[in-house]
């Protein structure tokens, strides 16, 4: 199965940016991938931001955007929150399949 | 309201078998698909399994494939994850989520394999 890849860690200040990126080992990410995004805080359960590459749901902050970029999906944080301290996760879609990347621990400090 | 709520969880011996079940609440289950995501302790996420909404199309990670099961009774609108030949890397909390699009999870249950 494919190897979804995720900076393993990123800090950003407060009110800041920061975008994090995922990969795939099998080659550019498309639409196709369909690509979703979580985050996680410590003992509770992930909760969906993103899904088909750049659509929120109804209760993810507009301070959330995905899009692809350089070959990757990726998940922009603009106006960065104490609150969003989180692991991020991604997930892709191959063929039916799902792959979780590594996530990545996001700092704001 | 969504309710997405596991059961079944629990310690049991390597080798041994579990049966998860997810009890779906708040939507029509049976016009969605659903997926198993695992995650060991202090580890990422791993997806496991999904099923599509009548139960005829399943997917499995490799790490599964051949020990588990997944299934549906739409009509209890429950999910179920048969789980065998348990190991101790299989220890984790379950979680199961809906989709499409993939939206709501359940609070998870946990499965310790160990003797």
């Known amino acids: 199965q494919a190897v979804v890849t995720q900076e393993p860690s990123l800090t950003v200040s407060p009110g800041g940016t920061v975008t994090l990126t995922c990969g795939s080992s099998t080659g550019a990410v498309t639409t196709s991938h369909y690509a979703y995004w979580f985050h996680q805080k410590p003992g509770q359960a992930p909760t969906t931001l993103i899904y088909d590459t750049k659509y929120r749901h109804s209760w993810t902050p507009a301070r959330f955007s995905g899009s692809l970029l350089g070959g990757k999906a990726a998940l922009t944080l603009s106006g960065a929150q104490p609150e969003d301290e989180a692991d991020y996760y991604c997930l892709l879609s191959y063929n039916g399949a799902r792959v979780f990347g590594g996530g990545t621990k996001l700092t704001v400090l | ?115």
């Open chain 2, 1 to 115: 309201e969504v309710q997405l709520v596991e059961s079944g969880g629990g310690l049991i011996q390597p080798g041994g078998s579990l049966r998860l079940s997810c009890v779906a609440s708040g939507f029509t289950f049976s016009n969605y698909w659903m997926h198993w995501v695992r995650q060991a302790p202090g580890k990422g996420l791993v997806w496991v399994s999904r099923i599509n909404s009548d139960g005829t199309t399943t997917t499995y990670a490799d790490s599964v494939k051949g020990r588990f099961t997944i299934s549906r009774d739409n009509a209890k609108n429950t999910l179920y994850l048969q789980m065998n030949s348990l190991r101790a890397d299989d220890t984790a909390v379950y979680y199961c989520v809906r989709d499409p699009p993939v939206d709501y999870w359940g609070q998870g249950t946990l499965v310790t394999v160990s003797a």
